[in-house]
């Protein structure tokens, strides 16, 4: 429980997307405590009354416990897994404000094709309460893309571009890391993820800029 909580934590969402992990791991752990508890339950009747359940023929219970009981849990987890997976990809037609995530051993250099062409590395700005997509490319080995609160982890594969939509709820700095192993450096492989008000985005952008030249 003490996971629940913290710069890292993905159980602690500030953004619809981490929102919707969030709840999708609380579905699924609802779940299977419901399946271990039914389990348990046959588990406790069998040991306290020896000759309960005899009377079912093998294949009968291979049949319920096996097949239906499992099924009755994990196919609604499943199609609920689905829905929620659906609702993290970006919307066609939609096209809101890009920002070039590009990965290198062992450092994230962010550019702001909406704001001249804007540079950071290390520190990725964003607007609070608009989404964003991110284009996440890397210029050497894998690396993975990923802000914990903000949304979900995506890797970053040399030659090609992968898009996440990512949406801040509210100002502040939060945390992100590469996920995937990618050398010596990989732990320091970091960066800080700074959400402004929406009006004050473009000039705090534009100072950060001025000051990593």
Sequence with gaps: MAGC???????????????????????????????????????????????????VSPTRWIV??????????????????????????????SAPPR????????????????????????VLHLPAGAPVDIVVTSIDVIHAFWVPRLAGKIDAVPGRTNLLRIQADRPGRYDGQCAEFCGLGHTGMRFAVIVHRAEDFAGALAQAAKEQR
């Design 99 to 122: 920002i070039e995530a590009v990965g290198r051993q062992w450092v994230w250099t962010f550019r702001y094709p909406d704001h001249g062409g804007a540079e950071t590395k290390a």
């Design 5 to 55: 909580k913290g710069p890292a934590s993905t159980l602690d969402p500030a953004g619809p997307a981490a929102a919707s992990i969030a709840t999708l791991w609380w579905v699924m752990l609802a779940g299977a405590t419901v399946l271990f508890a039914l389990v348990m339950v046959l588990f406790v009747l069998v040991i306290r009354r020896p000759g309960w359940g005899s009377s």
């Design 64 to 93: 319920l416990g096996g097949l239906v009981l499992p099924a009755l849990v994990l196919v609604p987890l499943v199609a609920y897994g689905l829905v929620a997976g659906e609702r993290l990809l970006p919307l066609l037609g």
